[in-house]
């Protein structure tokens, strides 16, 4: 299949925000694993102080796992989809968190400076030009900023290959054929599919400049399927972000 891009996977993603908090509550751990990333970028004083960018929000689970983890940050959360945004500005959030309208290649456009640190979740496997984007996530980073990146990637395991197939095939383009959104979820499953492995993204961080880049497995079902991308903008150590 062709995997849906730009504004046919908007589009794609508006037509399923009215059912995407459901279908992703079947996924045991989604929410849970959302914040063990947020938590992984180990931001000092509750975030006191600091700006984050929460690039790809969707309908604000990743906004909520960065509020849990950060709780005292200043939160700019952005996302292609309007129906998406929507649904999350739909909910309960306090004042130093807000929304825009927004691709990740648009970002050179924002007028919010710089930020102390970016979360990205489920969206760098989605974007026409991932060097491209991981390039203007540098730039919006402070020296020494912290990037955490929580990704569909594979470990490069036929195994965990082909559980992910079987997952979708079973679960998730089924519920997603339910409630009409068959081609996003058919989506999902190639674009996880085609996109880099752990080693591979791992690579592509550090060939876009960025440093102490760790990859860390997610638990539960997830382990080889989903993991959390950690790196600095400009000098680092691995060091900094031991558990």
């Known amino acids: 299949m062709t995997l849906l891009r730009d504004h046919d996977l908007a589009l794609a993603f508006d037509h399923a925000s009215h059912s995407y908090d459901r279908l992703t509550a079947l996924n045991p751990g989604y929410r849970t694993d959302l914040l063990r990333s947020a938590r992984r970028l180990r931001l000092p004083r509750e975030g006191a102080g600091l700006h984050i960018l929460d690039l790809g929000c969707g309908t604000g689970a990743s906004t909520r796992a960065l509020l849990r983890a950060a709780p005292r940050a200043r939160i700019t959360a952005v996302d292609a989809s309007s129906g998406m945004l929507a649904r999350a500005q739909s ?33 760098f496997r989605n974007v026409t030009d991932t060097d491209e984007v991981l390039k203007t996530v540098r ?79 997610v638990a539960g079902w997830q382990t080889g399927i989903t993991h959390t991308f950690l790196a600095r903008e400009g000098s680092a150590t691995t060091a900094e972000y031991a558990r």
């Open 139 to 217: 730039t919006l980073l402070r020296p020494g900023g912290r990037l955490a990146v929580h990704e569909y990637s594979l470990s490069g395991s036929a195994v965990h290959r082909a559980l992910w197939t079987a997952v979708c095939r079973g679960v998730i383009i089924p519920a997603g054929s339910f409630s009409g959104d068959r081609d996003l979820y058919r989506h999902l499953w190639r674009s996880v599919l085609d996109f880099d492995t752990v080693p591979d993204f791992t690579d592509r961080l550090r060939g876009t400049g960025f440093s102490a880049v760790r990859a860390l497995p």
């Open 91 to 123: 909910k309960t959030w306090p004042a130093r968190v807000r929304f825009q309208h927004l691709t990740a290649e648009g970002l050179t456009t924002t007028d919010e400076g710089s930020y102390d640190a970016v979360f990205a979740a489920y969206l």
